[in-house]
């Protein structure tokens, strides 16, 4: 399998930018019960720990796509900013959860946050990190903008495997396929 880094302005990237207010949420939480099983069981894994108890005064989303990531949030804020590098899914965001309190949407690349250091009590990204270049760098740049004792919370697949590359064959990757688009 070959796997390569997408970079802005490249023929194959605009073909995702255009397409994924479109397909995504279709492929990874609808068309198939296991794949949406999985995926939204990685948001609810990272929310298991902040009931309605816990308050985080600003909070910032990392690749929030089309934003389902917030529906699995129990914890109060005051300020929720969801953050993607693709406009057509932040709009999808916003259209989905317009005239909830509290929130803003951000067009921001995760590799480079346009925010001050110590910004944010939270930031949180689901299924993000395994797609971004230099991910050790990444993870210094979130941690740049959450406060001193913040949390950052964060998850990835656990790809890999014979079970998991035949299931991703199967279902993701055939999905992607249909599209035009190469999900490696």
Known sequence: MRVKNLVA???EWQRWQDQAPRIYDRIYYESNP???AINNAGHTQVERA????VHFGRVLEVGAGSGRHLDTVRHRYDRYLLTDISEGLLAHA???HAGKPGLDFAIADATRLPFPADSFDRLVSIYNLEHLPAPH????EWARVVRPGGVLSISIPAE????????????TRRSFRKEGLDLD
């Open 137 to 140: 760098a990444v993870l210094e």
């Open 160 to 171: 890999g495997g014979i079970a998991w590359n035949l299931g991703r064959w199967m279902t």
């Open 50 to 53: 902040f009931g309605p108890e």
């Open 34 to 36: 296991v794949v949406a």
């Open 9 to 11: 302005g490249e023929p």
């Open 94 to 96: 916003a259209n989905r």
